[in-house]
């Protein structure tokens, strides 16, 4: 996965920055290439410039998608309204998309829209930058990470995996790699899964960067 960033915006610098990558890894296409962010670098929130760029960027994917040199092609940190805008004006619909995601981060429009345009919901920041299980206390993860018998970061993520959305946790810890990774000999309950969905009604954090306020 490759994302692109916000100071290549728009369609010629997007298309150039894909075909650099491409050339520098010595690569003839990526499996997934994704608009890191729906703004532009140095431009300011409310200027429409940053919608004219994000559609000018996602014209430059769908021809390299074209081109088979993207196999699959998407969006992060897009909101309901960056998302919707991009749907009711692209070819090809987004494979992906990638945004905060997490118990204490609820995005219901968000979540419809992916659902209803089949695309597949990559979660990021799934154990809150580590903080949901070390600083942030959440009372009914800790009781069924207890009652499984295994850890906080595992019943995380196995929340995720259950709803569907696609997982990409960071560690440097070996035996959290693998640990992290180990989510297929346990189940969360219906029960369980609906403790962990109605988390955010009582502790509710956004950890990353929140897209809300650009046009
Ligand atoms: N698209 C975007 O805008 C965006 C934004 C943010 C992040 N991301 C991507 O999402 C991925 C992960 O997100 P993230 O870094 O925000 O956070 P994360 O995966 O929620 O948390 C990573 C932190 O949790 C700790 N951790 C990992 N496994 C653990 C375990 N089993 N028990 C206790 N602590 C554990 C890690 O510490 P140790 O390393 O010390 O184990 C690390 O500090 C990264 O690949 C990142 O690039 C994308």
């Known amino acids: 996965m490759v994302l692109l960033a916000p100071q290549h915006q728009g ?21 997934l290439y994704l608009i890191h962010w729906p703004g532009t670098s140095k431009t300011k929130l409310q200027d429409p410039v940053n919608q004219e760029n994000r559609m000018g960027s996602y ?31 692209c070819s090809i619909r987004p494979h992906v998309h990638q945004f ?12 419809s829209l992916c659902r209803e345009n089949s695309i597949q919901i ?44 696609a997982v990409i946790p960071k560690s440097k810890t070996p035996e959290r790699v693998k640990s992290n990774a180990d989510l297929f000999s346990f189940e969360l309950s219906d ?9 955010h009604q009582t502790i509710s954090h956004r950890f990353c960067w929140d897209p809300t306020d650009i046009y």
Request: glycine share 4%; hydrophobic share 40%.
């Open 11 to 31: 369609y010629e610098a997007c298309y150039q920055a894909v075909n650099d990558s491409l050339k520098r890894f010595n690569l003839d296409y990526f499996d």
């Open 59 to 89: 014209g430059a994917l769908e021809q390299l998608y074209k081109e088979s040199k993207l196999r699959q092609i998407g969006v992060s940190n897009y909101t309901a309204k960056h998302l919707q805008h991009l749907l009711s004006h």
């Open 100 to 111: 905060e995601l997490h118990p204490c981060l609820y995005q219901p429009e968000v979540l």
């Open 122 to 165: 990559q979660a990021y920041s799934s154990l809150g930058e580590g903080r949901l299980i070390q600083d942030i206390e959440i009372p009914a993860l800790t009781e069924i990470a207890n009652n499984l018998g295994v850890t906080k970061a595992q019943v995380l993520l196995r929340w995720a995996i259950q709803h569907d959305y």
């Open 191 to 199: 029960q369980q899964l609906a403790f962990l969905d109605n988390v």
